[in-house]
Antibody
Framework: QVQLQESGPRLVKPSETLSLTCAVS?????????WGWIRQPPGKGLEWIGS???????YYNPSLKSRVSMSVDTSENQFSLKVNSVTAADTAVYYC?????????????WGQGTLVTVSS | NVLTQSPGTLSLSPGERATLSCRAS???????LAWYQQKPGQSPRLLIF???TRATGIPDRFSGSGSGTDFTLTISRLEPEDFAVYYC???????????FGPGTKVDIK
């Protein structure tokens, strides 16, 4: 069974960098699929942030591209997200998820999500 | 490509049929259209991919249809556990971008 688990600081100060890691179990990142981050502000909808492949290829939502970076650590079977220069608008539940990039395109496994609050 | 979902809220009773709409501002390749269910405090759950294929373990009361710019999720007979928010999702290639609709909340009448 594929499982994803987000971890990282729950509280980040404005202008600082939000850093999260997603640990994957039950599936080797090296085996394929893309690994993405999606966020959801409290009471609002879902926003895709970006995705990374095991080769370290990345692609990001153009609306966030200037502040986002992602990386993958195949030895630890995990991938990471950084969002710099955060503001209160970055307060959200952050999910990591696995998705396909061939044939049908969808997110099939999701982490439980972690609420990150941006506040001084 | 902007996704619009309607209605925003659907108030129905258990046993009734639910019809949820997802409309795209530009034509969507059906293989990139998916539906998710989200309950309070939980992560989204994949229901339908490829516009009409049920994901593993999804009951057959859930069905998806549509093409081009208009897609529909139908729940044939609502069970108590189906009251939740439903999101549609599409993937565009230029630029590569996943987008989600704003969601439809199905609540108990």
């Amino acid at each position: 069974q594929v499982q994803l688990q987000e971890s990282g600081p729950r509280l980040v100060k404005p202008s600082e960098t939000l850093s999260l890691t997603c640990a994957v179990s039950g599936y080797s990142i090296r085996s394929g699929y893309y690994w993405g981050w999606i966020r959801q502000p409290p009471g609002k909808g879902l926003e895709w942030i970006g995705s990374v492949y095991h080769s370290a290829a990345t692609y990001y939502n153009p609306s966030l591209k200037s502040r986002v970076s992602m990386s993958v650590d195949t030895s630890e079977n995990q991938f990471s997200l950084k969002v710099n220069s955060v503001t209160a608008a970055d307060t959200a539940v952050y999910y990591c998820a696995r998705h396909t990039m061939v044939a049908n395109l969808y997110f099939d496994y999701w982490g439980q999500g972690t609420l990150v609050t941006v506040s001084s | 490509n902007v996704l619009t979902q309607s209605p925003g809220t659907l108030s129905l009773s258990p046993g009734e049929r639910a019809t949820l709409s997802c409309r795209a501002s530009q034509s969507v390749n059906s293989n990139s259209l998916a539906w998710y269910q989200q309950k309070p405090g939980q992560s989204p759950r994949l229901l339908i991919f490829g516009a009409s294929t049920r994901a593993t373990g999804i009951p057959d009361r859930f069905s998806g249809s549509g093409s081009g710019t208009d897609f529909t999720l139908t729940i044939s007979r609502l069970e108590p556990e189906d009251f939740a928010v439903y999101y549609c999702q599409q993937y565009g290639i230029s630029p590569p971008l996943f987008t989600f609709g704003p969601g439809t909340k199905v609540d108990i009448k």
